[in-house]
């Protein structure tokens, strides 16, 4: 059973990867696009990029954004 949850962790890690990807690439077409830098922190929160999540929505915060999501996810 181990083997099954590496396994399946292993598959959500890499659809999280993808949807980061997509959601970079899409942040550079709309770089001040709120909406995109915060689903870009929350999929770099599941794929274990804590620091960088943090730090993306630190500056955030700082530029002014206290809405829900972005001090929800902080």
Known sequence: AEEWRA???ALLRAADLRAYDLLRTALREHP???RLQQLIARALVQCG???EA???LT???QAGHTDEETVGLL
């Open 7 to 9: 396994a399946a962790d």
């Open 32 to 34: 001040d696009d709120l």
């Open 49 to 51: 990029a804590i620091r």
């Open 54 to 56: 943090n730090e993306r």
């Open 59 to 61: 500056r955030l915060h």
